[in-house]
């Protein structure tokens, strides 16, 4: 009996501090809400072009697939293959609908991150106010249209 009153008490001072402890965090959580809202809308932009960055890689990866299956396909026909007209007709189409796509994808992260500005060569982001790409080299023209 003794113990269990023990314990009783234990459990209740267990759980005032557990209480404490969880106002503190939520009062901590509102500051931190507050902050969050405001990079919400950037980190969102962020996000998206990981996505579209990450999309592109893809579909890179598929026009890599068709370029090499074309090339295939052409030395089939070299060598006499016959019937590969359409499978390479296909794959030239595939294809030019994959760059179309890479090139809409890469537009839309150029959208959503007019600065800072990027390297038009690797497309690598560059500090403000700099003159040369960090990664290549290449020289910025400033104000360049892209
Ligand atoms: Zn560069």
Redesign the pocket.
């Known amino acids: 009996m003794e113990l269990f009153h023990k314990l009783g008490d234990k459990a209740r001072e267990i759980g005032g501090k557990a209480r404490d402890i969880g106002e503190n965090i939520g009062e901590k959580a509102k500051g931190v809400g507050g902050k969050a809202l405001e990079i919400t809308k950037r980190s969102g932009e962020l996000i998206e072009i990981t996505k579209l960055k990450y999309e592109i890689s893809r579909l890179e990866k598929e026009m890599e697939n068709n370029l090499s299956g074309l090339g295939l396909l052409v030395y089939q026909k070299y060598r006499g293959t016959e019937g590969q007209d359409e499978e390479i007709e296909r794959l030239c189409k595939s294809t030019v609908k994959l760059e179309e796509d890479i090139k809409a994808a890469e537009a839309e992260i150029a959208k959503l991150s007019p600065k800072p500005p990027f390297?038009p060569?690797?497309k690598?982001e560059l500090p403000q106010g700099g003159k040369f790409?960090s990664?290549?080299g290449?020289e910025i023209l400033k104000d360049e249209e892209v």
């Open positions: 390297c060569d690797c690598v790409c990664y290549c290449k």
